[in-house]
């Protein structure tokens, strides 16, 4: 008898455990199937794992599909939580028409995202929709307040105090326990921080602290000036003996070999070609970070690393430290804007090397 409804089953090849369904042992019928979409931004899909233990608490047997971009699959493939990771591709998305799934948590606003949870098939939806008109819409009463704050500025920059967790704990209908990221990392993700750590010959015993010094791709805006980078580098080497690594992707290449330059310290240039989960582990081997609002702070955060997040455009009370470090806002008045460029880029230029520097005293 061929059991389809067994998680392990394949169909078009034997399962893993080269057996017949018949007597099986392992024979696991699926439980309660859950599908989360959440793929746009890799800082947003990876403070989304925050809502994994709660689902798990509330539904302990549930069966947990993830629909995610491409770029950001690497941040859930050792999650203990995640059973099946989808890709935005043709190919693997068309399944989902033909699918049923008990419950149904999209969190993406973009019409890509919205239309598929529209034609996902699950008799309790939360979250973001689309409606006939093509427009944003949402499944459940309790998306409200989210929906709100993306319609809102009043609301979003200056009223609301709650976190990006307590908001999708609150879209999903679950009791929210402070519960933090997850995300894992196995021993092979940090080989390449390791042998670069050894062939630099880099001081043990020494305070590691790391600039990620991107703005990520869609805000320059969050850009921390490089004269600062260069006054916190002066201090964190004549003060603290620290050890400091420049940290980035392709965007920050010249920018780290400017400071790497231009510094009459020691720095450590880890690279713009790190594969994500690589990049992952040289934030694992540091003591703290220093980071504007990005995926870099998101994965400090989510490896348990003490953080100085900066803020400027975007809004600091979404973000939860889990009291490992501080967040700088400079506060100008007009900012948060959500600009994606400006000409002054005052807010970023008012957080001082100085500020930062006695902030990161107080966590060491």
């Known amino acids: 008898m061929i059991k389809s409804d067994c998680v392990y089953f394949r169909g078009d090849k034997p399962c893993k455990f080269k057996r017949l369904c018949e007597g099986c042992s392992d024979y696991t019928p699926f439980a309660k199937r859950i599908l989360i979409i959440k793929g746009r931004a890799q800082g947003d899909v990876l403070r989304t794992t925050a809502l994994l233990p709660g689902l798990k608490r509330k539904f302990p047997d549930s069966h947990i599909s993830w629909l995610v971009d491409e770029e950001s699959g690497d941040l859930l493939v050792h999650n203990p939580y995640v059973d099946r990771i989808i890709c935005f591709r043709w190919e693997d998305t068309l399944s989902l028409g033909v699918e049923k799934f008990e419950i149904l948590v999209s969190l993406d606003k973009e ?14 939806k939360f979250g973001f929709g ?10 459940n009463k309790a998306s409200e307040y989210a929906y709100r704050l993306g319609i809102d500025d009043e609301l979003k920059f200056y009223q609301n105090k709650k976190t990006y967790q307590e908001i999708i704990y609150e879209i999903a209908e679950i009791e929210y326990k402070n519960d933090e990221y997850v995300f894992r990392l196995k021993q092979e993700d940090k080989k390449t921080a390791q042998e670069f750590f050894r062939k630099n010959k880099v001081p043990k015993n020494r305070l590691s602290v790391g600039l990620n010094t991107g703005a990520g791709t869609k805000f320059e805006t969050k850009q921390w000036p490089e004269e600062r980078y260069l006054e916190l580098i002066e201090l964190l080497s004549t003060q603290l003996q620290a050890n400091v690594f420049l940290l980035g992707g392709l965007r920050e290449k010249k920018f780290n070999q400017s400071l790497e330059k231009k510094s009459p310290h020691r720095v450590y240039n880890t690279g713009s070609d790190n594969s994500l989960l690589d990049f992952a582990g040289f934030v694992s081997s540091l003591d703290l970070v220093v980071s504007s609002d990005t995926l870099g702070m998101h994965l400090a955060i989510g490896l348990g690393k003490k953080i100085i997040a900066l803020f400027g455009p975007t809004c600091p009370q979404e973000i939860d430290l889990y009291k490992r470090g501080a967040k700088l806002f400079a506060g100008v008045s007009c900012a948060p804007c959500y600009q994606q460029t400006c000409a002054d880029e005052t807010c970023m230029k008012e957080i001082s090397a100085e500020q930062v520097f006695e902030e990161i005293k107080k966590l060491v």
């Open 130 to 139: 689309m409606n006939e008109y093509g427009h944003l819409t949402i499944f």
């Open 111 to 124: 019409a890509s995202s919205t239309a598929m949870a529209a034609r996902i098939s699950s008799p309790q």
